[in-house]
């Protein structure tokens, strides 16, 4: 079992920067593939990002390239979600997530997820 917490949403204006945190625990281990999805209102679950168990390579929503940056500290089980120039159309929960395979964290249904963190973005 793998635990996840989520932290660092908040309230931000457009523009502005906000960085996530998510810290596992339980049969933490490097191997596992972490990523980063979002729920708005009324919509449904969307991926965001991802990132290998060694942090060697990463995936990105065409919405957010070059505007988020995930990336993780296998020292501190602990994966991050760099947010700049937040949109309000960023808005929503987020969540983090964990696998064992990359692919399904990237293309399916992780296994892990924690409770979610919102991040809202006034225009």
């Known amino acids: 079992q793998v635990q996840l917490v989520e932290s660092g949403g908040g309230l931000v204006q457009a523009g502005g920067s906000l960085r996530l945190s998510c810290a596992a625990s339980?049969?933490?281990?490097?191997?596992?593939?972490m990523g980063w999805f979002r729920q708005a209102p009324g919509k449904e679950r969307e991926f965001v990002a991802a990132?290998?168990?060694?942090?060697?390579?990463?995936d990105y929503a065409d919405s957010v390239k070059g505007r988020f940056t995930v990336s993780r500290d296998n020292a501190k089980n602990t994966a991050y979600l760099q947010m700049n120039s937040l949109k309000a159309e960023d808005t929503g929960i987020y969540y983090c997530?964990?696998?064992?395979?990359?692919?399904?964290?990237?293309?399916?249904?992780?296994?892990?997820w924690g409770q979610g963190t919102q991040v809202a973005v006034s225009s």
């Open positions: 339980g049969r933490t281990s490097s191997v596992y593939a």
């Open positions: 997530a964990a696998d064992s395979l990359y692919f399904v964290v990237v293309h399916a249904s992780p296994r892990y």
């Open positions: 990132i290998t168990g060694s942090g060697g390579s990463t």
